[in-house]
């Protein structure tokens, strides 16, 4: 019988891992609550309408379809069993609860969105985790602008007219650009009563910098350029209040301020996947605030070496006592999963355990808009053009499937071109937005 691998998560973690079982003479199962795989890194361009979800999303099955030794499974997972050696899923359609032996489990779930406590904010100030999400933000940008159109009252006008993005981190800075385009650029003449470059685009922080990952010359490089598209950052500021008519911030100094603002986004923090807490309750282990669960150097479950996890769901201890400082970025996951497969191909082949993961930082790249974006390369650091282009570059080289590759280089082409926007559509989430899942797998 061959050696039974089950995969959690159809992500960037789970689906490096899957490739780099190519021929181990292994039967993968590969579990998703979704039938596709999502580019997160592009996510923002469907929410401010650059790009379609479908040019950012694969369907697994197509992805797959020459590999027969994986089987694709659509569900979520329910509850693990430890010592036999399963998985039970609750999948599609009207069926019973399906158990799923395995001999080795790769967990890779992904994150979602975290609020601090705060999750009755989520329906107020929606994240940027799943296709659903970046619907809703899109629904909720170019409505805001047709709700001014039509409102002759200067208070509430303004208020529409005001977009909130909390969080200055890649997706927050990345975000707060695009909507800068949106209204200085993308929709300057195609209204009659506003000006939409008059809206105002107040990017939030709680540090003292954007871009905390980066070298604080790129963050101040970064600040600069979003000035430059009509963002004010401002940094130091909690938020301490969301409500539907606004936000309440609390500054370093102990006073709070009043936002008045009808469209606010949510980009400050994430939450490990569900299946983070379903492994440390069979292993009886501890979460952190992130709901994360640690794993061992080796990115093993403690006490189970034929259980590894991975990305944003897990914590990796750095074997003296500390865990490693990995970033929640994509780089990460992959290189982890091919990490798992080579442990997988090594106990087939009765080799011992291979060296403890190490993370390779091949660098950061954040885009801002158009011609503007900050990078750092194995120690170089890069703003405007050639850290644009090298963003353009490796999102393309990283996209999954062709016939993505291409559709999305037309788009970015005519749209560089044109200075349009080819899906700017209001259209409701098909569900209401959850935040719960980057790489949805458990439930």
Do not use: C
């Not at 200055?168 to 385009?181: F, M, S």
């Not at 794993?295 to 201890?317: N, S, T």
């Not at 999305?408 to 899906?423: C, K, L, P």
Request: hydrophobic fraction near 45%; aromatic fraction near 6%.
């Amino acid at each position: 019988m061959s050696h039974r691998v089950v995969v959690i998560g159809g992500g960037f973690g789970g689906l490096a891992a899957v490739r780099r079982l190519k021929r181990a003479g292994t039967e993968i199962v590969l579990i998703d609550r979704r039938n596709f795989h999502l580019f997160q890194p592009l996510l923002y361009q469907v929410a401010t309408g650059s790009l379609t979800a479908g040019e950012i999303a694969s369907p697994l099955r197509g992805l797959l379809k020459r590999r027969r030794d994986v089987t694709v499974m659509l569900g979520s997972v329910t509850s693990l069993d430890l010592e036999a050696r399963a998985v039970v899923i609750d999948p599609v359609g009207d069926r019973d609860a399906v158990t799923v032996p395995y001999d080795t489990l790769i967990a890779a779930a992904g994150a979602g969105h975290a609020y601090f406590g705060h999750d009755e904010w989520e329906p107020l100030a929606p994240g940027l985790k799943t296709v659903e999400d970046a619907i809703e933000i899109r629904r909720r940008i170019l409505t805001a602008f047709e709700a001014a159109e039509a409102d002759d009252d200067p208070e509430r006008r303004a208020a529409w007219l005001t977009f909130v993005i909390v969080g200055a981190g890649p997706t927050g800075v990345e975000l707060a650009g695009q909507i800068g385009e949106i209204a200085r650029d993308t929709l300057r003449r195609d209204f009659r009563s506003i000006d939409p470059a008059s809206a105002r685009i107040l990017l939030l922080e709680g540090d003292d910098r954007v871009l905390t990952a980066f070298d604080p010359r790129l963050s101040a490089r970064a600040e600069r350029a979003l000035g430059q598209l009509g963002v004010s950052v401002q940094v130091g500021a909690l938020v301490s209040g969301v409500d539907a008519r606004g936000v309440t911030v609390t500054r370093g100094d102990g006073g709070t301020d009043r936002i008045a603002a009808r469209t606010v986004v949510w980009a400050a923090g994430v939450q490990a996947s569900g299946l983070a807490r379903l492994l440390a309750a069979a292993n009886g282990a501890e979460t952190d605030r992130a709901g994360r669960v640690t794993v061992g150097p080796d990115l093993a479950l403690p006490g189970h070496p034929e259980v590894m996890a991975l990305g944003d769901m897990v914590r990796v201890a750095d074997g003296a006592g500390g865990v490693l400082p990995l970033p929640g970025v994509a780089p990460v996951a992959m290189q982890q999963g091919r990490y798992a497969a080579d442990a997988v191909r090594r106990r087939l082949a009765g080799r011992g355990p291979g060296p403890p993961f190490r993370y390779r930082d091949k660098g950061n790249l954040a885009t801002i808009g158009r011609l503007r974006a900050v990078g750092e390369i194995k120690g170089l650091r890069l703003s405007g053009f050639p850290a644009w282009a090298g963003w353009l570059l490796v999102h393309l080289f990283y996209l999954s499937g062709l016939q993505n590759r291409v559709l999305v280089m037309i788009r970015w082409t005519v749209s560089f071109v044109t200075h349009g926007r080819g899906a700017r559509l209001i259209t409701p989430a098909e569900d209401p937005p959850t935040g719960r899942g980057g790489s949805p797998g458990a439930g």
